[in-house]
């Protein structure tokens, strides 16, 4: 069945970088829009960013856009969120999602979702 697994988690202080990966299996990777989602403590799973199938088209939900960075890698049936200059708001539990076809901006509309990884920030 469809897997993805993401990584790159972990703990860091502010002001540090991070990359988070989602590999993708037993999926047709690029037929399928992407996206990254945070929750935090307490708080409703939320959109970060979205990509679609061939990375043309970008949707960044959050407010900080130049400190987030959304990419795939259809070769590797990867995607990646780059987040830097992280803040302790930015922790939280970091999932990645897939559906056919177009990006889409609700979780509803995901078909596919990994485990999570884990961001703790330390200010």
């Known amino acids: 069945q469809v897997q993805l697994v993401e990584s790159g988690g972990g703990l860091v202080q502010a002001g540090a970088s991070l990359r988070l990966s989602c590999s993708a299996s037993?999926?047709?990777?690029?037929?399928?829009?992407m996206a990254w989602f945070r929750q935090a403590p307490g708080k409703q799973r939320e959109l970060m960013a979205a990509i679609s199938r061939n990375g043309a088209d970008i949707f960044y939900a959050v407010s900080e856009k130049e400190r987030f960075t959304i990419s795939r890698d259809n070769a590797k049936n990867t995607v990646y969120l780059q987040v830097n200059n992280l803040k302790p708001e930015d922790a939280g539990v970091y999932y990645c999602?897939?559906?056919?076809?177009?990006?889409?901006?609700?979780?509803?509309?995901?078909?596919?979702w990994g485990q999570g990884t884990q961001v703790t920030v330390s200010s």
């Open positions: 037993h999926l047709s990777f690029a037929a399928h829009a």
């Open positions: 999602a897939a559906r056919r076809w177009e990006l889409a901006k609700t979780e509803y509309e995901y078909s596919y």
